[in-house]
């Protein structure tokens, strides 16, 4: 999460490093079809993730887990003729991909798999899948390194129903005492390696911490992230982690500090309290204006000095966006049939919960957010403009956003900065793919890599809306409002998920919660 974020993580950490498991393990049901020695899908319009425009009818070849070949097999407009196509194999798949648009499965570079809010492992899961996710990042391991480990070798093998996992500890995780020197920090990351991680989350350290264990983990050959929590962005910015070998920033904290021309500090309250929340919050609220403008001189230096480094963006646009709108992020219409009643519970405004932060929010707030907004999306744009790798993350179970449903509005939100559909669907896929160094097995549906896809019966480009599971508003002919969209097919490793059955499963868990609780969704403050 954000600034918030970062005391929350370090809270979930200590429970966990406790012992205590607080997410319920997914269940080992084998589920999905597939893998087939051979599948085909049929006729289908091909988004491959790279850029590519959509071309289509192509047929699309897989084996077992692999595709093996893409064919041109007509013309819109016109019959496709059979003798051109790629012949079925005893014992093959046919899908019917007439009408359909197939996209490389998306990639959520920032994926908390539950916690207390979301005590099931297979409802995050689900949520994820059925929005076509099939891999994510775990931004700390908050449940465990261990356990997150375990979930990954689960769903490579796939005895469970997950996305791909990548482990990133959060830096200090399991140590005994605090990590207050160089040598120490250097130790925990060898340790963290020898311990099966992908990489590490940092919040931020004192200088020699942070550069000595940026350095190390990048030698190492593993990747990290950072969420530049504001406790230390005054010595240790986003540019001097860029430097010292940090593969991602989240968010955009330490950021704006990068840019800095008039000061060297925030602009902090003089009374304010960075464990009071909505003074974290508000105050964030105005950093970008505090910042260099769009297009000046220091703010080119800080952009470009970031793309010779080829470091990578991961804005999470999504889970701040309540703070612009709190309106439209309490009453998403998705929340009365799939947020779970701990999650709900743990959205509303509350001095602990993390990013609960509404405690006096109102126009003068939401205001200052939107130009908040403004500015940063204007750098995030340009940085992609210039070259530089944006990736999709949501950072979902806080702040009213839902697993699964926030990172399709993270894709919405691209758009808005200024992204072209195709640039969005390239950070969801291929980009997400490259920031993990997964390029060669995943992200874009080619030769050679993974079947790892998404099928929807719209297309996506023209509306991303269509990709959230409840779908997007239509007229019909008889002037009948209708759903259309949602994600049809997930596949995975050549499993094809009906996507809709997995929602079903997710309300299941939340019929279930909520009955034990007698639960009924309330606004805040209405009794
Ligand atoms: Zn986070």
């Known amino acids: 999460m954000k600034k918030l974020p970062a005391l929350a993580c370090f809270i979930l950490v200590m429970i966990n490093s406790s012992g205590q498991g607080r997410v319920k393990d997914a269940p080992l049901i084998k589920e999905g079809e597939g893998p087939f020695p051979q599948m085909i899908i049929r006729g289908v319009m091909l988004i491959n993730g790279t850029g590519a425009p959509p071309t289509g009818p192509v047929d699309v070849v897989v084996k077992q887990n692999r595709i093996t070949n893409i064919v041109n097999v007509g013309y819109p407009g016109v019959p496709i003729n059979d003798t051109s196509r790629p012949k079925l194999d005893a014992g093959g798949k046919e899908v019917d991909g007439k009408g359909m648009y197939l996209l490389p499965g998306f990639v959520d570079m920032h994926g908390h798999i539950g916690g207390g809010q979301a005590p099931f492992a297979e409802y995050v899961f689900k949520l994820w899948m059925a929005h076509g996710i099939t891999t994510i990042r775990d931004p700390s391991a908050g449940n465990g390194l261990k356990w997150v480990l375990d979930h990954k070798k689960l769903s490579e093998k796939n005895e469970i129903t997950a996305p791909r996992i990548k482990a990133y500890t959060s830096f200090g995780q399991g140590s005994k005492e605090p990590i207050s020197t160089p040598e120490m920090a250097i130790k925990w990351v060898n340790d963290n390696k020898n311990n099966g991680a992908d990489g590490i989350k940092f919040f931020g350290a004192a200088p020699d911490i942070m550069d ?106 999504n889970i701040y966006e309540a703070s612009r709108d709190l309106h439209r992020a309490r009453r998403l219409e998705w929340h009365e049939a799939y947020t779970l009643p701990q999650l709900w519970a743990f959205y509303q405004p509350n001095r602990i919960s993390h990013g609960s932060y509404w405690f006096n929010w109102g126009t003068e707030q939401e205001v200052a957010w939107r130009e908040n ?155």
């Open 212 to 317: 000595a264990a940026l350095r190390e983990n990048k030698r190492l050959g593993l990747r990290s992230c950072c969420h530049h929590a504001q406790m230390d962005v005054a010595r240790w910015n986003v540019v001097k982690s860029a430097e010292a070998g940090l593969t991602s920033m989240e968010h955009w904290y330490g950021l704006p500090e990068a840019l800095f021309t008039n000061q060297t500090i925030q602009d902090f309250p003089l009374d304010y309290n960075y464990s009071n929340e909505q003074h974290r919050f508000e105050n964030a609220g105005t950093l970008w204006k505090q910042a260099a403008p769009p297009y000046s001189e220091k703010w080119n230096e800080v952009m470009n000095r970031l793309l010779a480094i080829d470091f990578t963006l991961d804005p999470t646009f």
């Open 373 to 527: 907004y403004r500015l940063w999306m204007t750098f995030v744009n340009e940085y992609k403009n210039r070259g530089g790798r944006v990736t999709a993350g949501s950072d979902n179970g806080f702040i009213f956003q839902t697993y699964g449903f926030g990172y399709i509005r993270e894709l919405e939100l691209l758009r808005e900065a200024g992204f072209h559909p195709l640039e969005v669907i390239r950070s969801a896929t291929l980009f997400g793919a490259q920031a993990l160094g997964m390029e060669k097995e995943i992200g874009s549906i080619e030769v050679g890599k993974l079947a790892d896809m998404v099928m929807i019966d719209q297309n996506p480009l023209e509306n991303l809306q269509v990709l959230y599971g409840t779908g997007a508003i239509r007229v019909d002919e008889n002037n009948k409002a209708v759903r259309v969209g949602g994600v049809k097919y997930t596949i995975k490793d050549g499993i094809i998920y009906d996507a809709k059955k997995l929602l079903g499963d997710v309300k299941k868990i939340v019929d279930e919660e909520k009955q034990k609780a007698g639960f009924v969704l309330k606004q805040p403050g209405d009794n």
